[in-house]
């Protein structure tokens, strides 16, 4: 019958595939098919479960959308429970109400059956607080009868009444109760319960300490139920290797593909994450790209920011400073702190237009109240300089301040350093060279620079030209331009090290190649004289980088080039 297109036949088949009955094995994608059949001819209760599977991603993608299209369709048909779970998913603003004139009205329905959201939300658009706040007595009561239940061993109760103990509604906030409830919920295979006990378990909450081993177990026992959250959570347990796993990426790429194909946006922000950085898969920024952007639609915030990112750096897209803007703004307003950066550092280098002038500093300030040091930092520096904003010591001392007892050693250079000169900020040497010293031996190349010339020159301490040497090396295996210059000096010259033309010309190149016009005409004149290159004189080559120091302003390498080009011309 149901092959014959009878809408009751194929809704029974389809409960048959849900509930393992009639001889059918559980198979939540036959049944989603045979309700999409049912539904499509009205019948209510198909979809309505269909909406609740759209709603989970069980068996097809999670589609908010669609799920609260389909309760639409059964409360229009008359479904008794399609009003509840269409009023929750209000509430929980998993769908949009303005497309629904008696959304109101469903609301309420979930507020009656006791859905906190749902009270807070009424409350809210009513402006009264017949709904705002939850009766005390009322959730005292509704937690001592789903306790008794949960005694009886109701599965929906237990898991109600484990939320309940997390939240603290109706009963004392008590983590080791939820637990307790979790575990036999999740014992009679509540997915959800596995889930949520797996959780509890990683993180330690409601037991002695934590214990990756039954978290992982539980997730296993969810995932194999096909929950999207659990094999999501199961792949962070395979990409770091806990629960006595070994760390697997393949494997953690693998399971989360799966999640983030039944919609679930965190893992489809992570598969995004995997391509992007080729962890688990091929290196692939355009299928980093596709992953983020369907984690981003749905409202994922750290998914709008890398989306963003991919279009202000035309990584896996071409590149597009509007479109960037657009997705950092979106990340920016639910707080995402990388994205309000990011957000700022565009309108403060003029990448585009300024809707308001104050926007320049408005996102930089929301990033760093939200406590992310580089906005801290470039914030601090914006009242240094006075670049969108009037020069003001004590909020630049602030802000650099905050990100530099953060730990951000860019910060703490920067601070130590306006501590050292004393003409912005109040002088401070000793406060200055203990920052910077903290920032060099954490390893910050300009702080190890900084250290390596107080050492040289003997400020703040004993003059030490082997510490100063070492300060110079580690700075210049870092990458500073300035260390590496000095290294070859160092060598050029033999001071502190034994005489290496080879050494020294190694480290003028790379300081040369970071443009730094002393090191160019270093090279240049190296190559000039054969020293070094290994390649003997060699004039044309050394003409290149006196070239290239000259149009930086070195009056050596401009005489240089006449000579050499006089040279050239004789020949």
Request: proline fraction near 3%; aromatic fraction near 10%; hydrophobic fraction near 40%.
């Amino acid at each position: 019958m149901a092959r014959r297109g009878v809408p009751e036949a194929q809704f029974r088949l389809a409960e048959m595939y849900l509930i393992d009955e009639g001889g059918a094995t559980h198979d939540a994608a036959k049944a989603a098919r045979w309700l999409r059949a049912a539904a499509e001819q009205g019948h209510t209760g198909a979809q309505t479960i269909l909406a609740e599977m759209y709603r989970d991603g069980d068996g097809v993608e999670m589609d908010l959308e669609e799920a609260a299209r389909w309760l639409r369709e059964a409360v229009a048909g008359g479904d008794p429970d399609a009003p509840l779970l269409l009023g929750m998913m209000y509430a929980d603003f998993e769908a949009d109400m303005d497309e629904d004139p008696d959304a109101e009205s469903h609301l309420e329905v979930a507020a009656a059956a006791g859905h906190t959201p749902a009270r807070y939300l009424l409350g809210a658009l009513r402006g009264d607080d017949e709904f705002s706040e939850p009766d005390e007595e009322e959730l005292r009561e509704l937690a001592e009868a789903t306790l008794r239940e949960a005694w009886r061993g109701d599965v929906e109760a237990q898991f109600f009444i484990a939320n309940a103990y997390l939240d603290g509604l109706g009963v004392p906030k008590d983590d080791a109760e939820a637990v307790r409830w979790l575990r036999a919920a999740a014992r009679q295979g509540d997915a959800a319960a596995q889930n949520d006990l797996g959780v509890m378990c990683q993180k330690g909450e409601g037991l002695p300490e934590p214990d990756s081993v039954q978290a992982l177990k539980w997730f296993r026992a969810a995932a194999d139920q096909g929950d999207p959250i659990a094999i999501h959570n199961l792949s962070g347990m395979y990409r770091f290797g806990d629960g006595g796993l070994d760390p697997d990426p393949e494997k953690a790429a693998q399971l989360n593909l799966r999640a983030a194909e039944m919609g679930f946006a965190d893992a489809q922000y992570n598969l995004g994450v995997s391509y992007s950085r080729g962890m688990g898969v091929e290196q692939d920024s355009r299928e980093a790209v596709r992953w983020f952007r369907k984690a981003a639609d749905q409202g994922h915030p750290d998914a709008q920011n890398s989306l963003g990112v991919a279009y202000s750096e035309g990584k896996g897209v071409e590149r597009d400073d509007e479109k960037a803007v657009r997705w950092f703004r979106a990340a920016a307003v639910q707080g995402e702190t990388h994205a309000a950066y990011n957000l700022g550092v565009m309108y403060a280098d003029g990448e585009t237009d300024l809707e308001d002038e104050t926007d320049r500093v408005k996102w930089l300030r929301a990033a760093a109240e939200g406590g992310y040091p580089h906005a801290q930092l470039h914030l601090g520096r914006a009242y240094v300089l006075g670049i969108g904003l009037e020069r003001d010591a004590a909020k630049a001392e602030k802000w650099l301040s905050a990100a530099a007892d953060s730990g951000f050693l860019p910060a703490m250079h920067v601070l130590g350093r306006l501590y050292e000169e004393g003409d912005f900020l109040p002088g401070d040497e000793s406060r200055a060279f203990e920052l910077v010293r903290e920032a060099a031996e954490e390893g910050w190349p300009p702080a190890q620079h900084d250290l390596g010339m107080a050492y040289e020159e003997g400020r703040r301490v004993q003059r030490d030209a082997d510490e100063a040497l070492k300060w110079f090396r580690e700075a210049a295996e870092g990458g500073f331009g300035r260390s590496q210059h000095n290294l070859g000096f160092a060598y050029y010259q033999g001071r502190g090290v034994e005489q290496d033309f080879g050494e020294a010309f190694k480290w003028y190149r790379r300081a040369a190649l970071e443009g730094l016009s002393r090191a160019q005409v270093a090279v240049g004149m190296m190559y000039f004289k054969g020293q070094g290159a290994g390649t003997g004189p060699d004039v044309a080559e050394s003409l290149k980088w006196f070239r290239l120091a000259a149009a930086q302003g070195e009056s050596v390498a401009a005489e240089m080039v006449e000579f050499v080009e006089q040279m050239l011309e004789l020949d």
